[in-house]
């Protein structure tokens, strides 16, 4: 007999902020925007550098038509972003912020690319007056297909990737179990209903014993984005779906998101388990609220791993579900086996994957920490803000858990 049993743990509260967390973010609203800017600055002068400014000899009408391109989106960026992402979360001009950072990084990562490639053949005398326009053209040209397929890859159902994870203590009864995993759905301002129909078939076709979703489920509140996650409902599993909040939660209603999943027929793991078993033995499904939960000001939210395990058998082996894979140092501590995460979509844009490293462990994939504890990274099924990936593919993770060593 399969079953899943609730266990103790911290059960969802009321959502609330504190006076003193609105009063924080409205002192560090201004630096925030003060850090954009110079950030946009950043972005900016390199791409209009290479294909307008670096001795390309464009035509004067051309010239002055990129300028006023890039100083147009320099200045009307930031109230982009606050219209669509801030209180009142116009998805169109959302839509429009998104995919210009998008387009924008993409162009400043080839740009400064270009940039020194043309300073190699300067210092080797190559290619003589045209270049510059050589170089420039080659970086829109790298940029548009870049983009082109990028987006293709952000919009698509992702791929299945399968994978067989070694967990020691794991009864043979449980042997084979089948895990899948979503992270990272991000349904939000560019309506992917129907994508979000199209993935859950994907899942349901697995045959999956557990299915896991590891967070950051949407940009914007369960009423913005019911079309979109209602498909979550027809989610099949023998034993178990269960769902953990990330940070993204925590900038539109974490609480009505662990409401919502709980409607749709998930467990929502707030900082508790719950056991599942098959062939008389048994497993701990963890889960705990995303490492910025405490800061959100909203109560009874933050990581507690104490409570998320209480009363659970020490001798039956743990799967964790927690969004940012820089939870794993306490995990290890506390002899989790496996930890499910995902938070860095495998970096989604390269190569934004180097800074992400910085401030996680781990990018994507498997990876041990400690003597028992397992570690496995989603590059994430959706995509977070600009519509694109560039080597960086989604996935829709199959984890089956074998027992004993390898």
């Known amino acids: 007999m399969a079953l899943a049993r609730p266990e ?34 950043v972005l900016c002068l390199p791409p209009w550098w290479t294909l307008f400014a670096s001795g390309a000899d464009w035509p004067l009408p ?12 320099l200045v009307s960026f930031p109230f982009l972003m606050v219209a669509g992402h801030g209180s009142r979360r116009v998805d169109r001009a959302a839509r429009v912020a998104d995919t210009s950072l998008g387009m924008i990084w993409v162009l400043f990562t080839w740009s400064v690319l270009g940039g020194l490639l043309n300073l190699v053949l300067t210092g080797l005398d190559v290619g003589g007056a045209g270049r510059a326009r050589t170089v420039a053209v080659a970086v829109a040209a790298i940029s548009a297909g870049l983009l082109a ?57 697995l045959d999956a014993d557990v299915v896991v979703h590891a967070g950051d489920i949407a940009d914007g509140t369960p009423g913005q984005r019911r079309e979109q996650s209602a498909p979550l409902g027809t989610v099949r599993a023998r034993l178990a779906k269960v769902y953990v909040t990330g940070n993204h939660e925590y900038g539109g209603e974490a609480q009505g998101w662990l409401d919502r999943m709980a409607e749709l027929g998930w467990e929502p793991l707030h900082n508790r388990h719950v056991v599942v078993e098959r062939g008389g033995d048994a497993l701990v499904l963890a889960g705990v609220d995303d490492v910025t939960a405490e800061s959100s000001g909203l109560a009874g939210h933050r990581a507690n791993l104490l409570g998320a395990l209480a009363g659970a058998d020490q001798d ?59 570690l496995y990274t989603s590059r994430g099924t959706g995509f977070w803000g600009p519509p694109f990936r560039v080597f960086a593919p989604s996935e829709i993770t199959l984890l089956t858990l074998r027992s004993g060593d390898r």
Do not use: C
């Open 62 to 73: 051309v010239f002055l038509t990129g300028t006023a391109v890039f100083a147009g989106w």
């Open 8 to 41: 103790s743990g911290t059960a969802p509260g009321p959502s609330a902020e504190t006076p003193d967390g609105n009063a924080r973010r409205r002192r560090s609203l201004p630096r925030r925007l003060a850090v954009i800017v110079l950030v946009l600055l």
């Open 149 to 205: 397929w990028g987006h293709h890859e952000a919009m698509r159902v992702p791929r299945v990737k399968r994978l067989d994870v070694h967990l020691p203590r794991l009864g043979s009864g449980l042997d084979g179990t089948r895990v899948v995993v979503l992270a990272d759905t991000h349904y939000g301002p560019i309506d992917r209903a129907a994508w979000s129909a199209r993935v859950t078939e994907a899942v349901n076709a």
């Open 316 to 374: 039956h082996p743990v799967l964790l579900v927690a969004h940012q894979p820089k939870f794993v140092p306490q995990a290890a501590a506390a002899g989790i086996d496996l930890q499910v995460s995902g938070h860095t979509h495998g970096g989604q844009i390269w190569p934004f994957n180097f800074l992400v490293r910085i401030d996680q462990p781990v990018v994507h994939g498997l990876s041990r920490h400690g003597e028992r504890t397992q």
